[in-house]
Structures are given as C-alpha cells and as structure tokens.
C-alpha cells in the first residue's frame, strides 16, 4: 500500500531550538519525496523534493530508504516557520498522483 | 498572485444535488490535478487531466468526474452529493505531467448539508 505518515498533528517548539518534523512512507518502489507547506491564509506550496538536496529557508530533508523516513529539520526554529508542513510522495511510474500525509502543525513559541 | 483561481470560494449543496467547481490555471499549464482534502487531512488524489485527456485516478466513485479545457480551465462535477463529500477541493497545476512544482489554487470549501 502507498501511504505516507506523519505522526504528530502539532509540535511546538521555542524559538532558536531545533526542529524535526517527522514523515514515514510506505511505497514498493522508488519514490520521489517532497515537503509542502501551507502558511496561515496563504496557499499550499511546493518547499523541497528530495532530488534536489537543497536547503530551503534553513530546512533540510534527507531519504532514507533503510528506515523509508523523509524528516525535515531545521537547526534554528525561527517565528516565521509556523505552518501546516505535508509529506508527500509520487511515485515514477504514476507521476500524475501525488499521496499526501495528515500534515503536522509546526508552532514557534516566541 | 500566483495564478491557479478556483471558483467559488464557498458553496453550501443538498445532499442528491450535483456540483461544479472551476478551476482557472496559468497559461501553458497543461496538467491540472484535482484534490480533496477533509478537515484534519491531508488533500487526497481525485484524478489529473493532461491536455484535455484524463491521465490518472485516485480511489474516488465515478460520479466525480472532469473536464479540462484548450483555455486552461477545468472543472470538477460531482454528481449526487453525500455529506461525505464536504470538504476543500483543491486544483493544482504544473506545465506538465513530470512537473513537480504544482501551483495549488486556494481551494472551494463545499459543505453538504
């Protein structure tokens, strides 16, 4: 079955401390993998895919197949991080799908 | 403004009714997926249209379905509506199918009563 998991609804962090929001996936395959965000009363937006390996806004996401985890971090919470975060999935040979997880709720405490 | 309009933004339909919910993409997007995603969800699949062609299906019945057009709208008709089906339908389009950036619309809220 595909499926991706994220299993906090809601993680509050201060300030400065570090952030991890984890993502577990499910796939029989080789997947491409992205975090989406959706700040408060904007749109849903692309953040990063995994084939990239790029940094977005101080935010990393490594894959890693052994464990079949996706989880973005970032070393220094900042306020303006707060948001809905979405892992998500696509597979090569359905392109046109992409599976979403719940979504966690990143809150910054000042 | 980043050019992907869905219409309307709030709609409120009895359930057996059936609806329609348009979706304006930018110009030369010529993919368009349509999402559903429930309170506390994340979106889920419905289908994706590539250059007016139907190009994949999510795990939803057959009274949804689409229609996509040369001028880079689409729409989405559900047809005898349960209550189930409230929820914010997103569309989403890319220039083409392997296309990873999708630009989401802001969504119409459809509530079933």
Redesign the interface.
Known sequence: AQRVTQPEKLLSVFKGAPVELKCNYSYSGSPELFWYVQYSRQRLQLLLRHISRESIKGFTADLNKGETSFHLKKPFAQEEDSAMYYCALRGYSSASKIIFGSGTRLSIRP | E?GVTQSPTHLIKTRGQQVTLRCSSQSGHN?V?W?QQAL??????IF?Y?REEE??R?NFPPRFSGLQFPNYSSELNVNALELDDSALY?C?SSPD??D???T???GTRLTVV
């Open positions: 980043t993919t997926s999402y506390g969800q994340g979106p889920q699949f994706q590539y190009n994949g999510g997103l989403a199918v392997q990873y950036g999708y989401f619309g802001s």
